[in-house]
C-alpha cells in the first residue's frame, strides 16, 4: 500500500483552520467580501462542512475576533499597570495594523468572545489593582482604546488614499504654500517636517505616554467624596 507523500496529505478541517482562514481571506479582501461559500472556496470544501465547526455566521466571526484579540498582550497578574498598558496599546496597533477590518469587528459586535471576555477581564483586573478606580477604569479602557483606533485609522486613511510618504507630501505642499499667508504652516512644513522628517513609531508613543502619563496624575486623586 502506498503512503501518501505529505504534500498530498489535506490538512484536516478544523475550527481553528476554519477561523485562521477566515481572518486571511477578511485580510485580503475585506470583511464585506467574506461569506461561508467563499471560505469554503478558499479552503477547498463544501460550504456545508464548515457547519460541523463553526455554528453560524456569527459564530464564525465571534470567532476570528478571539484569534486577533490573542494576538494582543493582555496583563499578567502580576503587571505593573503602566507596563501592562503599554505593551496592550503596542501590541493592539501591531494587531489592528495586520487586520484593518478587526477594530470595528471587536468593539462593535453584540456577543462576545470568550478571549475578548477573558482579555477585558485581565485589562480590567490590571487596572484595578492598580489602584483605579472602577469610573477611572472605564475612562482609561476608553480613552486608550480610542487613542490607539484613532492612530491606527488615520493612517488607514492616509494609506487607502494613496499619499505619498509624510516628507514627500509636506516637500510638494511646501513648493506652494505661500507663508505670508499661513505663516505657521509654513514654517512647521520648512523648519520641522523637512528637516526631521516624521518618525510614526515616535508620534505613537509620544502620545501614548501622555495619556498615561494622564492617568497616572488622576489615578492618585482620590474619588469624590472620600476626601478626609
Keep these: 500500500m502506498e503512503t501518501p507523500s505529505p504534500s498530498n496529505v489535506r490538512e484536516p478541517l478544523s475550527r481553528a483552520r476554519i477561523l485562521r482562514a477566515g481572518v486571511d481571506l477578511a485580510d485580503a479582501r475585506g470583511l464585506e467580501r467574506l461569506s461561508m461559500r467563499a471560505l469554503a472556496g478558499a479552503l477547498g470544501v463544501e460550504a456545508m462542512s464548515l ?40 501590541t493592539s496597533r501591531a494587531a489592528y495594523a495586520r487586520h484593518p477590518w478587526a477594530g470595528r469587528l ?32 472605564v475612562h482609561a479602557l476608553s480613552t486608550l482604546d480610542a487613542y490607539v483606533h484613532g ?9 487607502q488614499a494613496e499619499v505619498p510618504d509624510d516628507v514627500a507630501m509636506a516637500d510638494a505642499l511646501a513648493r506652494w504654500l505661500p507663508p505670508e499667508r499661513y505663516p505657521y504652516l509654513s514654517e512647521l512644513v520648512h523648519e520641522h517636517v523637512l528637516v526631521h522628517g516624521y518618525d510614526e513609531e515616535e508620534a505613537f508613543s509620544f502620545g501614548l505616554e501622555l495619556v498615561l502619563e494622564g492617568f497616572e496624575r488622576r489615578r492618585a486623586v482620590p474619588p469624590r467624596g472620600t476626601e478626609g
Design 106 to 137: 471587536v468593539h462593535t459586535r453584540p456577543s462576545v468572545g470568550p478571549g475578548r471576555l477573558a482579555s477585558f477581564d485581565a485589562t480590567i483586573g490590571c487596572l484595578r489593582r492598580g489602584g483605579f478606580s472602577h469610573a477611572l477604569t
Design 151 to 159: 492612530f491606527g485609522a488615520q493612517r488607514l486613511h492616509v494609506a
Design 51 to 90: 457547519y460541523n465547526h463553526v455554528a453560524n455566521k456569527d459564530d464564525l466571526l465571534d470567532g476570528m475576533g478571539d484569534m486577533v484579540m490573542a494576538e494582543i498582550e493582555a496583563p499578567g497578574p502580576d503587571a505593573p499597570w503602566r507596563e501592562a498598558m503599554r505593551c496592550r496599546a503596542i
